[in-house]
């Protein structure tokens, strides 16, 4: 039904992608930090790739609630330095398998596309924030893709505290779609991320996703996770946690990697 939609679409990501590479080979490349990925929790961070430095993420994820089983292969997304505080993000389609007692349903996902500005630092007590504004892309299968965009955007803040700790709080808000009925889905997040020497950094974290559709009851989030760094350019990361619906648990856990050029 939202094919026509979807074929513009797509055509359009896929000029987007080689210009923001293009634009960051352009860029002169600075000393930049090891790499830290997006993919640990969802309380994120507030970093932003270095200008002409090009960061691909990816990995898998399942989640199993009594006789439902979801899986993500894929969870790529391509981050792109367009300036010292800016970065250009494009979230690939992503291969999603849902098994049911009832069905099996499979097909790619909607892409993404968004910009992550980092505001300011932490400093002097305050806080580092961080605002991203994007939007999914109808590109996915007719019986996985929301069928139409997904505004969304997000405000994270990273502080700075004693003995190598990190507290994160994230909010965002998704103007979603789901069967043609559009609801507003809001996510609150806090998290604690610590480093566990010089290639290793955990995080714990705590997250509310509430949703105005009708008959939607909110969601509770338990979250560990830790990442792996390789070498100054590759990092492992892998998690697990539960998700809280009206007392009903569904377990999930995820493994990905990141490297950046």
């Not at 991203?132 to 997904?150: C, D, I």
């Not at 020497?197 to 009851?217: C, F, I, K, N, P």
Request: hydrophobic share 40%.
């Amino acid at each position: 039904m939202h094919a026509p939609l979807a074929r513009p679409a797509g055509r359009a990501l896929t000029v987007a992608l080689p210009l923001l590479l293009a634009g960051a080979c352009a860029t002169a490349r600075p000393a930049s930090a090891p790499i830290a990925s997006s993919r640990l929790g969802i309380a994120k961070a507030t970093g932003t790739v270095a200008p002409g430095r090009v960061q691909l993420e990816a990995g898998y994820s399942r989640g199993h609630q009594d006789g439902r089983t979801r899986e993500l292969f894929g969870e790529t997304l391509v981050r792109v330095g367009v300036g010292p505080r800016t970065e250009g993000r494009i979230g690939l389609s992503s291969y999603q398998r849902t098994v049911t007692p009832a069905a099996t349903v499979t097909g790619l996902g909607d892409a993404s596309v968004s910009v992550k500005h980092r505001l300011r630092d932490a400093a002097h007590g305050l806080p580092a924030v961080a605002v991203l504004l994007g939007t999914t892309v109808p590109t996915g299968a007719e019986k996985v893709s929301a069928g139409e965009l997904q505004p969304e955007g997000a405000l994270m803040t990273e502080w700075r505290l004693p003995a190598g700790f990190r507290a994160l709080g994230t909010a965002s808000f998704r103007d979603a779609v789901a069967a043609g009925d559009r609801y507003g889905l809001t996510t609150l997040a806090a998290g604690a991320r610590r480093s566990l020497g010089d290639h290793v950094t955990g995080q714990l974290e705590y997250a509310q996703v509430r949703s105005t559709r009708a008959g939607a009851a909110d969601a509770h989030h338990l979250r560990a996770g830790a990442m792996l760094r390789i070498t100054p350019t590759l990092q492992l990361d892998a998690w697990a946690g539960r998700a809280t619906t009206r007392g009903v648990h569904e377990h999930l856990f995820g493994l990905g990697f990141a490297r950046r050029w």
